[in-house]
């Protein structure tokens, strides 16, 4: 998988509290619309929503745990509780979403009834429930522009340190989505009178929630096995390092997200044989300090002095200075 961009605390929060309560909102008037019609699509709509809600504060929670400081038995601190309560975010939506709302379409096609009492209702409820939801995923969308830079859509999810932003794009996506399914369902068993069309409504609602619980699980999933830092961070810290004479090369390096504004760094950088313990310390000490300038998450810097005994191949970033040198 490739790199992924870090996003903002606040950005992150915002979008988050927005979606909370449009779909606490939602989810108590969708309910109050299956009380009276009995509307199987207005049911999941219902369940759908509420499971938004919950998974909304489990990424509030996650946010808020990650944040604790290190202790002795968490020496890395706990910012990948982020991406663990992320992912039960998709298990939630996976199990109480997705799979609720196909269980309930079985059940509305195996025994269809048509809406006859207030029929005004869920219509009614839709639409007002897509506007919210439009403004909710506006805020989102408007977050995320913040963040993405020129990265497309499907790039920022797929590489985004932070798990907030594309999980509430995801989710409020679906739900649009998933309110004009109940729409079109809901409005054909009125034509109709016919019940099977708000059970087949019903079924579309809960494929679409299963498809992005699998997208969010498959995504969160490289988030928790852990992430090497973005290629261009990665740049910044090989040039930051290189920067010092003290530095003849860098042997190797590895990098890796132990949480979304969190980075880890190990190097091995190649040192003079004749230097002594204060020369390395001083070298040792002077790349740290450039690598915190230029790449401010990197929070952990581990550098280990060697002594090269044969040459060995150029970094890549020591390869495009030399082009660079070479062609002015």
């Known amino acids: 998988m490739r790199a992924r961009p870090t996003v903002s605390v606040e950005g992150s929060t915002k979008a988050v509290v927005t979606a909370l309560a449009a779909n606490l909102g939602i989810a108590v008037t969708k309910f109050v619309a299956y009380l009276l019609t009995a509307s199987s699509a207005m049911l999941a709509e219902s369940i759908h929503s509420v499971a938004d809600s919950s998974n909304q504060a489990l990424l509030l929670i996650g946010g808020k745990r990650a944040r604790r400081r290190a202790t002795p038995d968490h020496p890395f601190g706990y910012g990948r509780e982020r991406y663990i309560y992320a992912f039960i975010v998709a298990i939630v939506l996976f199990s109480v979403g997705g799979l609720f709302?196909?269980?309930e379409a079985w059940h509305k096609i195996s025994d269809p009834h048509p809406i006859t009492e207030w029929q005004w209702v869920?219509?009614?409820?839709?639409?007002?429930?897509?506007?919210?939801?439009?403004?909710?995923l506006r805020t989102a969308v408007r977050?995320?522009?913040a963040e993405r830079g020129d990265a497309g859509w499907v790039q920022f999810v797929r590489r985004s340190k932070s798990?907030?932003?594309?999980?509430?794009?995801?989710?409020?996506?679906?739900?649009?989505?998933?309110?004009?399914?109940?729409?079109a369902g809901v409005t054909m068993t009125l034509l109709t009178g016919n019940g099977v069309w708000d059970g087949v409504g019903t079924a579309a609602i809960g494929v679409l929630l299963v498809v992005i619980a699998v997208v969010l699980a498959v995504e969160v999933k490289s988030l928790l096995i852990g992430e090497s830092a973005s290629a261009e961070h990665e740049?910044?810290?090989e040039r930051a390092i290189l920067a010092g004479d003290d530095v003849d090369t860098i042997i190797h390096m590895r990098t890796m997200h132990l949480g979304p504004d969190e980075l880890l760094v190990a190097v091995k950088i190649a040192i003079d044989s004749e230097d002594d313990a204060r020369d390395v310390a001083h070298a040792i000490n002077g790349a740290e300090t450039r690598v915190r300038q230029a790449v401010p998450i990197a929070r952990l810097i581990y550098i280990e002095p060697d002594i090269l005994l044969a040459r060995r191949p150029a970094s890549p970033v020591a390869q495009e200075d030399q082009s660079a040198g070479a062609d002015s």
């Not at 869920?122 to 909710?136: C, K, Q």
């Open 101 to 103: 709302a196909l269980y």
């Open 143 to 145: 977050e995320s522009n």
């Open 122 to 136: 869920p219509i009614t409820v839709l639409l007002v429930a897509i506007v919210l939801e439009a403004a909710a």
């Open 163 to 183: 798990p907030e932003l594309p999980v509430i794009l995801l989710e409020d996506i679906g739900a649009l989505v998933g309110l004009v399914f109940a729409l």
């Open 235 to 237: 740049r910044r810290i």
